[in-house]
């Protein structure tokens, strides 16, 4: 059940035995997504705590499941409602932003854009307007079972396409039942895909709102990729409808596919499905560039909060220096420039570095507010055409003119 936990600052406690409250301190509602507030000691309360001892604020923070926070935001706001503060997937943000939800933080954040890493921020722009900065990041990288590459006869991890692929084709064997590849279906597999695309040198949506995906390069990606399927049976027939994460990893914990392509949320899963896989997680193999598709979070405002400047003091505090060290208790990645050099990546879990290594290389996903219906309708049936063997340069010509009507071009 949703809960409600609130902070008196000590300077609010000071002010209550005085009699009076002092006049820049505000209340501030946060809801931030259930993991980080999963416990009492979780470390987003200090964190908080430390925010209201400094700025005399209160916090009233609630947690909410990944899977309800979209919806509850939208029904709540759009009725005048709502939190002050909230945490965001970066996916939302151009939706919540073009419904007129989110407050326009552009002037607030420009003099301090550089303390963040691009891709991360950029995420967080709509229409050339900051309204989202970044908590933390993600991004998917390769996993590789060790084991089964060594036995193909391969010394080290696949550092390109051409490596890639003979790597997938050499741990692919028909009589012991073995892949190559673990990949997903529908939507998870074109969630998957969107590096290689980028990787070609093509661009899904570009800022200016061209639309890139009928470009040869984009073709080639994704020939690239469906190939390994249609063409070698690197994969397991399970792309076919593999649907969740957890049917992707399942070939790769049984070890029955050599790589998995995600993200720092399959370690987990994987460390527990089998204890003794021995594998090993490396930057994307790079095309012509190196790319990989950036996740996390954002902190955004209420274009309604009564409290905007104590909502932006709050934003301002924990996506900047100070997530660096409170992302790491969480073993999730700041979206901190800080967090992305050497020194820092060395800090890191080592199962962590290979991500944060390729942060540079990270893109989001197009920020325009039609962007949930194009993932879903024209890129989960684009992937799935590519799977049945259709040409693909007719599959991505007709995924081009879906794409321009969705956004009425």
């Known amino acids: 059940m949703q809960h409600f936990l609130k902070y008196s600052t000590a300077a609010a406690a000071l002010a209550a035995t005085l009699g009076a409250t002092p006049a820049f301190a505000d209340n501030v509602v946060l809801w931030v997504n259930a993991p980080l507030a999963s416990a009492p000691d979780a470390p987003i309360y200090a964190e908080l705590k430390a925010f209201e001892a400094e700025t005399g604020h209160t916090v009233e923070i609630q947690a909410v499941p990944h899977m309800e926070m979209e919806r509850n935001l939208f029904v709540a706001m759009s009725g005048g409602a709502g939190p002050d503060v909230m945490a965001l997937d970066i996916a939302w943000v151009a939706g919540l932003a073009d419904a007129g939800l989110l407050a326009d933080v552009t002037e607030k954040s420009d003099p301090i854009a550089d303390q963040y890493q ?41 550092k390109t396409w051409d490596e890639f692929q003979a790597a997938a084709i050499a741990m692919t064997d028909k009589d012991a039942g073995t892949f190559g590849l673990t990949f997903g279906g529908s939507r998870v597999g074109a969630f998957q895909l969107y590096p290689f695309i980028w990787q070609s040198g093509a661009e899904i ?51 029955r596919a ?25 930057p994307l193999p790079a095309g012509k560039e190196a790319a990989t598709v950036i996740g996390g979070y954002n902190l955004a405002i209420n274009a309604n909060s009564g409290v905007s400047d104590a909502s932006w003091e709050l934003v301002e505090w924990l996506t900047g220096p100070r997530s660096v060290e409170l992302m790491a208790q969480y073993n999730r990645l700041s979206a901190q420039a800080a967090a992305a050099t050497d020194e820092a990546i060395a800090k890191l879990p080592e199962e962590l570095q290979p991500f944060m290594m390729q942060a540079s290389a990270g893109h989001a996903r197009p920020v325009v507010a039609q962007w949930s219906q194009i993932h879903s309708d024209v890129f989960g049936t684009v992937w799935d055409s590519a799977l049945r ?21």
């Open 118 to 158: 691009p891709g991360p921020l950029s995420a967080g722009r709509f229409k050339q307007r900051q309204y989202a900065m970044p908590l933390y990041t993600n991004n998917v990288a390769l996993y590789v079972n060790n084991k089964m590459l060594a036995e193909a006869g391969i010394d080290a991890a696949p």
């Open 389 to 409: 063997g259709e040409p693909i340069d007719e599959v991505m010509t007709q995924a081009a003119t879906q794409i321009r009507q969705i956004l009425g071009q």
């Open 205 to 255: 949506i570009a800022d200016d709102g061209t639309v890139g995906v009928d470009s040869p390069e984009a073709i080639e990606a994704v020939q690239f990729i469906s190939g390994l399927y249609t063409e070698h049976q690197a994969m397991p027939a399970s792309v076919l409808t593999a649907n969740s994460w957890d049917e992707v990893n399942a070939p790769f914990i049984q070890e």
């Open 258 to 282: 050599g790589m998995l392509i995600s993200g720092d949320w399959a370690i987990g899963a994987l460390n527990n499905g089998n204890p003794d896989l021995d594998y090993s997680i490396v």
